[in-house]
């Protein structure tokens, strides 16, 4: 899982473009619900910058408060994404 800072990038599916996104926003957060990636994300910007955050630590140390954002922020990307295919 990572979260995006700054940039831009897309999201594809089987190789189908789906959107463009900015920074501020996690990018697979599937991982968290499932052991694989549902999108391609492409990187568009010199200025992307990501951090990966790992799975397990991420579970541990944030809230239920984070944790619950992050799934129903997946969930409402996830319902909108599918629309898009």
């Known amino acids: 899982m990572y979260y995006s800072y700054l940039g831009d990038y897309a999201y594809q599916a ?11 926003n996690f990018i697979g957060e599937e991982l968290l619900l499932q052991d694989t990636y549902d999108y391609t994300v492409i990187v568009k ?4 910058l990501l951090y990966r955050i790992d ?6 140390r944030f ?6 954002y992050v799934f129903e922020k997946y969930k409402s990307k996830n319902r909108w994404r599918m629309k898009k295919m």
């Open 63 to 68: 809230g239920n408060d984070i944790k619950n």
């Open 55 to 60: 799975k397990r630590k991420f579970l541990a």
């Open 14 to 24: 089987k190789n189908v473009y789906l959107c463009d996104v900015q920074g501020h």
């Open 45 to 48: 910007s010199e200025s992307c």
